[in-house]
């Protein structure tokens, strides 16, 4: 089992549309977690930090579920702009290297 | 505020040379970490350097090397390049080891 999984996708998405996606880790002593962006061909972009249950940041919320070992991410009214591939990080210990997943690719159509 | 940068942008290399590929934290910044992305796939941790020493290491072969200097700049050696090692190559900094990561703009390999 990969140490953190996700599903590739796409998410097909119509503009003003909730999607939301999880991210499943194998790894229970991980403390913290992360979100991040990656446009194409560019570098990633942190987007979100979940430290406890979760975290919101504007149309963008973050929950984990320790019990399950999965986060989620859920946007909502999505934006053209939203399209993206969301990069889901567990570290293995604190402070230790940033496990990533394999990424899921929204897309969000007119 | 100067992000985080990284040189070159794009380099070509043939199988067999070695290469060295440099990064400028964010000023502040004691700790680098260098991943590498094959497309289609999430970046794969290769080190992680706070104040000048190594504080982790993926599961890449000893022909990767790293090393961080006094001004916390970093440096990636690969040698005896491999078709394989065709990647983005990515550096991050934080503040500490422990703190969240930020990416500088990648500099992308090809190995012919």
């Known amino acids: 089992r990969k140490e953190v999984e996700q599903d590739p996708g796409p998410f097909n998405v119509p503009e003003g549309a909730t999607v939301a996606f999880n991210c499943t880790y194998s790894?229970?002593?991980?403390?913290?977690f992360f979100w991040y962006r990656q446009d194409c061909r560019k570098e990633p972009k942190l987007l979100m930090s979940?430290?406890?249950s979760g975290n919101e940041d504007g149309r963008f919320t973050a929950q984990l579920n320790r019990a399950s070992q999965y986060i989620s991410l859920l946007i909502r009214d999505s934006k053209l702009s939203d399209s993206a591939t969301y990069l889901c990080v567990a570290p293995k210990a604190a402070g230790n290297k940033l496990t990533f997943g394999g990424g899921t690719r929204v897309l969000v159509k007119p | 505020d100067a992000g985080v940068t990284q040189s070159p942008t794009h380099l070509i290399k043939t199988r067999g040379q070695h290469v060295t590929l440099r990064c400028s934290p964010i000023s502040g910044h004691k700790s680098v970490s260098w991943y590498q992305q094959v497309l289609g796939q999430g970046p794969q941790f290769i080190f992680q350097?706070?104040?000048?020493?190594?504080?982790g290491r993926g599961n890449f072969p000893d022909r990767f090397s790293a090393r961080q200097f006094p001004n916390y700049s970093s440096e990636l050696n690969v040698n005896a390049l491999l078709l394989g090692d065709s990647a983005l190559y990515l550096c991050?900094?934080?503040?500490?080891?422990?703190?969240?990561?930020?990416f500088g703009p990648g500099t992308r390999l090809t190995v012919l």
């Open positions: 979940v430290y406890s």
């Open positions: 350097y706070y104040e000048k020493e190594e504080r």
């Open positions: 991050a900094s934080s503040l500490d080891w422990l703190n969240e990561q930020f």
């Open positions: 790894n229970s002593a991980s403390q913290s």
